[in-house]
């Protein structure tokens, strides 16, 4: 398919995604505890996506290749040793909020 | 829009009924945007009796990639089309994550404060995808913020004035 609102079923049902490095794919899949390997676009110039993959995979939460080295990943992953992805806390960001305005 | 929109509807997602009512501004040609916000909207009224909102379009004042050149004057018409709209609104805080829809919302809001007009609290985050540069749109608010919130270590360092909360979204 090209385009579906909502990917949450797919996800929820996959054992191994590959996905390109946007954020909203990134976090999606790893929020649902499942292993990605995220493929860089290097044609794609300016390309901030990098940053995030490369971060998540700083920490181990992903393993990231480009579209000729994909297969050689797939072959020899190791997925066990990804580490978790640890969840974003939008209530810090609620209760930092309420402070600076003084609605405590 | 897409990505910037689901980060603002978590970073959204913990605030107390006192963050009402709440305004959207799009892009006009953000097709994707308005499903998601009434979707949220929708849920939050499950929980919170009130659940006064409402959706604003301006012109989008960036395309991705634009030349500098006629960025500056397709925002400088983003400026004079939002001014009308902030001064309706006359917003107590503006929320905003990065889509270029936010610079000339936030400038027209930090104009009417020069003017004596309104005094909006302008708080900015900048994106989980930026863990080393800012965005165009966080480089130029960084300097008209009240608060910029970044959510990786490098980025505070870099830029002192930021706060960190570590990862928000």
Not at chain 2, 117 to 134: A, D, F, G
Request: charged letters at 25%; one cysteine or more; hydrophobic letters at 35%.
């Amino acid at each position: 398919f090209r385009f579906k609102d909502s990917l949450a079923e797919d996800l929820q049902s996959a054992d191994l995604v590959i996905s390109h490095a946007g954020a909203g794919s990134c976090l999606e899949t790893l929020e649902k505890g499942k292993p990605l390997i995220v493929v860089i676009n290097d044609k794609l110039m300016d390309n901030h996506q990098l940053e995030l993959a490369k971060q998540l995979h700083r920490d181990g939460c992903v393993l990231y290749c480009n579209c000729s080295t994909l297969v050689e990943t797939l072959q020899s992953m190791d997925l066990s040793a990804l580490k978790p992805f640890p969840l974003g806390q939008p209530e810090k960001f609620a209760s930092f909020l309420d402070k600076v305005l003084g609605l405590q | 829009t897409g990505g910037h929109t689901t980060e603002i509807l978590r970073l959204l997602s913990c605030l107390s009924e006192s963050y009402s009512p709440r305004y959207y501004v799009l892009a006009d040609s953000d097709k994707m945007s308005e499903a998601k916000i009434r979707s949220f909207e929708q849920k939050r009224a499950e929980t919170f009796s009130e659940s006064q909102f409402s959706l604003d379009r301006i012109p989008r004042s960036r395309e991705v990639r634009q030349s500098w050149i006629s960025s500056v004057v397709t925002t400088l018409y983003s400026i004079l089309y939002s001014l009308p709209l902030t001064y309706k609104r006359k917003p107590d805080l503006i929320l905003c994550n990065g889509p270029g829809t936010c610079v000339p919302v936030c400038l027209s809001a930090f104009l009417l404060g020069l003017l004596r007009i309104k005094r909006t609290i302008i708080v900015y985050v900048e994106s989980i995808c930026r863990v080393e540069t800012l965005s165009l749109s966080g480089k130029i608010l960084y300097y008209f913020s009240d608060y910029f919130i970044v959510q990786w270590p490098n980025l505070k360092e870099k830029y002192p004035k930021s706060v960190y909360l570590g990862r928000i979204v």
